[in-house]
């Protein structure tokens, strides 16, 4: 059974919640994605940002776990996956994992209320810097 590094940017912030999804996934660590900005198209995304941050949750995820991921996050038609490069925020080491990233450029919408504090929650867990959740909601409404 294969190991496969994926991460978190959104509601797979929560421990609760992947622990439920993902049975075999484990916590490898906090790093942030470099020159990417969070956003909201409903369900939250990323996209490229030059100077702007993510702040990530590194997995370690099994293929039986992926296979559920791609089922929860509607792949191939609503996210797609991709290969990028995170730096650990422990040790400042680049790390290659597998992130979904919305498979069309949608409009920004704001996020509901429930699943906005769901990921709202992984922030405050993890220690990650919750204006970058503030802002990507707050321009989601403009």
């Known amino acids: 059974m294969g190991k496969i590094l994926y991460m978190a940017y959104g509601s797979n912030l929560s421990v609760e919640q992947m622990r439920f999804r993902c049975p075999d996934a484990r916590v490898i660590g906090k790093a942030y994605l470099k020159d990417w900005k969070l956003v909201f198209r409903f369900h939250a995304d990323i996209e ?6 993510v702040p990530v949750l590194i997995w370690e995820i099994s293929t ?5 991921l791609d089922r929860y996050e509607g ?7 991709k290969d990028l490069n995170a730096v650990m925020q ?3 080491k680049s790390v ?3 992130v979904f990233v ?3 450029m ?16 992984g922030y405050k867990a993890f220690g990650f810097d919750i ?8 321009e989601a409404l403009k």
């Open 102 to 104: 919305m498979a069309t």
């Open 48 to 53: 490229p940002c030059k100077g702007c941050r």
């Open 75 to 81: 792949y191939p038609l609503y996210y797609i996956k």
């Open 64 to 68: 039986q776990d992926e296979k559920r």
């Open 96 to 98: 290659k994992a597998m």
């Open 131 to 138: 204006n970058v959740l503030e802002k990507a909601a707050s």
């Open 106 to 121: 949608k409009k920004q919408e704001p996020p509901a209320s429930h699943y906005y504090h769901v990921i709202e929650g």
């Open 90 to 92: 422990d040790t400042g």
